[in-house]
């Protein structure tokens, strides 16, 4: 039987160090990897059957909302060098902010169609999950995993971009 992690208690002498970074591009970084990471222990603990664990789906929606909040503003600034117009900052509401930047994407990059129609259902799951009944808990967090993954190929997809024209060979598709 796995060791309950809710039962396990530091002793008084237990140090745990840990760095922060509370502004900056890492803060980003460490905040975003953080939100994925504590949807994914979420899932696992609803998906290994305790029964209290279907108490914490709210933890895992908020989760992967925290990571939207995160995941767009770092998807913005990789996106910005590239786009014709101002890619605005995230604020308010972030399933509006994928909207918004999905163009710039799509504008970008017309052959991820594919893959921003997929994001978006994605995003538009998470979103409806906020406010309904039951959910799928399987199938938002294979989904997110697939927006985290798509997100991550853009971000490198738009450094390899900024590369190629800073050794001056011009823009790749």
Do not use: C
């Not at 994925?36 to 209290?52: D, F, H, K, T, V």
């Not at 308010?92 to 918004?100: I, L, N, R, S, Y």
């Not at 994407?105 to 991820?112: A, E, G, Q």
């Amino acid at each position: 039987m796995p060791l309950d992690p809710e039962l396990v208690v530091p002793t008084p002498v237990e140090a745990r160090p840990v760095r922060l970074h509370w502004s900056g591009p890492q803060s980003r970084l460490d905040q975003r990897d953080g939100a994925r990471q504590n949807a994914a222990l979420s899932y696992a603990r609803m998906a290994e059957g305790y029964p209290w664990a279907m108490t914490i789906v709210y933890r895992f929606l908020d989760a992967w909302q925290e990571y939207l909040w995160h995941a767009l503003p770092l998807l913005a600034a990789a996106l910005q060098p590239l786009a014709d117009t101002d890619v605005e900052s995230v604020t308010g509401d972030v399933f509006a902010k994928w909207a918004e930047l999905s163009w710039t994407v799509w504008n970008l990059w017309p052959d991820t169609a594919t893959d921003i129609g997929a994001a978006e259902r994605a995003i538009v799951r998470l979103r409806a999950a906020f406010t309904s009944t039951a959910i799928d808990v399987a199938a938002v967090h294979r989904e997110m995993l697939a927006v985290d993954a798509f997100f991550g190929g853009l971000e490198a997809r738009a450094e390899a971009v900024l590369d190629v024209e800073r050794d001056g060979i011009g823009r790749p598709g």
